[in-house]
């Protein structure tokens, strides 16, 4: 699955998007402007879904929907499991409130003061606290460690359908770089954690089989490969999956679509969630 041999790859710079782009504080800047005024305009419930500091979550209610409630979609942040939290990527909740989709968006417990298997555990019970407030399995989605994180909730029946936006698949290629210093996985735990080994949600178990694998046009060729890879090889086995690289964009701009109610990425997350919800 990994195709060009790793040896012939620089693999810091495949995976090191705040070195590959440069600019990526300003696109950041944005992301702290929108949530403070998302969160000033639509002051989230926040929910503690654990005992630990961090294992807390908004809620954005988009109010009742058909005499119900308004169906849920998780949103699962990125950061290489070891940066941010849930404050910087409230500015997409307008969006999805416009929708009539509520959004709920955890934080989380980083490396390198956890491993990742905790972090995987925390966003698992997030997931699962907005099961049982609503009766259903929600759509998950999530950015870059957050896309990795959805695909293992949907492959553990835990998600109606996952969106994993330049998400990270097969983690082995990460071992040799920098950005495994925080994680400190070995070849073994970065197999163990990848969800492209995991079980395949093919219907054969309860929760969803929908995976749609989004990525930057413009991002690195690694990132190109592991959504593509992801993708083809769930659909090989019972999955509906969908590749697409939207044009123009790299790995921190490629949330851009998320801030526009009428953006055909945001259409697609909201409509899986009403089929759900």
């Not at 998302?38 to 005499?67: C, K, S």
């Amino acid at each position: 699955m990994t195709g060009k041999s790793e040896a012939a790859i620089d693999l810091e710079a495949e995976y090191n998007n705040r070195a590959r782009v440069p600019d990526h504080p300003a696109v950041m800047a944005m992301w702290r402007e929108t949530a403070e005024a998302a969160r000033a305009a639509h002051p989230p419930v926040q929910i503690a879904y654990g005992a630990g500091e961090r294992e807390v979550m908004d809620l954005f209610d988009a109010g009742p929907t058909n005499g119900s409630g308004a169906p849920v979609a998780v949103f699962l942040h990125g950061g290489y499991w070891q940066a941010l939290d849930k404050d910087w990527f409230s500015g997409i909740a307008p969006a999805f409130l416009a929708r009539g989709v509520s959004l709920a968006v955890p934080s989380y417990d980083l490396a390198p003061a956890v491993r990742l298997g905790v972090i995987l555990r925390q966003a698992r019970e997030a997931v699962e606290m907005i099961r049982a407030r609503t009766g259903a399995r929600p759509v998950v989605f999530g950015h870059s460690a957050g896309g990795h994180m959805a695909a293992c909730m949907l492959s553990e029946g835990r998600a109606s359908a996952a969106v994993a936006i330049s998400g990270v698949f097969d983690l082995r290629p990460l071992v040799p770089t920098s950005l495994n210093k925080a994680l400190d996985l070995d070849e073994r735990e970065a197999a163990a954690l990848s969800p492209v080994f995991w079980p395949i949600p093919n219907g054969s178990t309860p929760g969803g089989t929908i995976l749609d694998c989004v990525v930057g046009g413009d991002e690195s060729p690694e990132f190109l490969r592991q959504s593509r890879m992801m993708a083809d090889h769930w659909a090989a086995n019972g999955v509906e999956t969908r590749y697409e690289a939207l044009p123009g964009l790299n790995h921190f701009t490629v949330l851009d679509p998320l801030f526009d109610p009428k953006s055909q990425l945001m259409k697609r997350i909201t409509d899986l969630a009403k089929a759900t919800g």
